[in-house]
């Protein structure tokens, strides 16, 4: 038990600091404060860059479904031509017939 307690007292009794702790303790706390900065800064890089990228990514989609809608437009008013030109062909058709029955019968 005497070895127990003399440790033990040794271990309680004051001593003066290490030279140079003060100076390295305030150093290493300025060294985690300038890295829990940069660590900020880095967050909010990341945040802008993503926000960046989400707004890229939406204007791309954005202009893509732009052009398939205008594709859209155009097959729909191609195929509206189409149906009118239809119309007209066959209109013109009888037309033609009703001259040529005519033709025949003023001969």
């Known amino acids: ?6 440790e033990l007292s ?16 305030l ?3 300025t060294r985690r404060a300038a890295a829990e900065q940069n660590g900020r800064h880095v967050m ?9 990228i989400a707004a890229v990514l939406a ?11 205008e594709r859209r437009r155009g097959e729909e008013a191609r ?4 149906t009118a030109l239809g119309i007209t062909a066959k ?4 037309v033609q017939k009703r001259l040529q029955s005519n033709d025949g019968k003023e001969d």
């Open 91 to 94: 209109a013109l058709d009888k």
């Open 79 to 82: 195929q509206q031509v189409m």
């Open 27 to 29: 150093a290493e706390r």
């Open 44 to 52: 909010w890089m990341r945040l802008a860059a993503s926000v960046m």
């Open 59 to 69: 204007g791309a989609a954005g202009w893509q479904w732009q052009r398939v809608e």
């Open 10 to 25: 040794e271990s309680l009794t004051r001593r003066p600091a290490p030279p140079g702790l003060k100076g390295r303790i």
């Open 1 to 6: 038990m005497d070895d127990f307690e003399k």
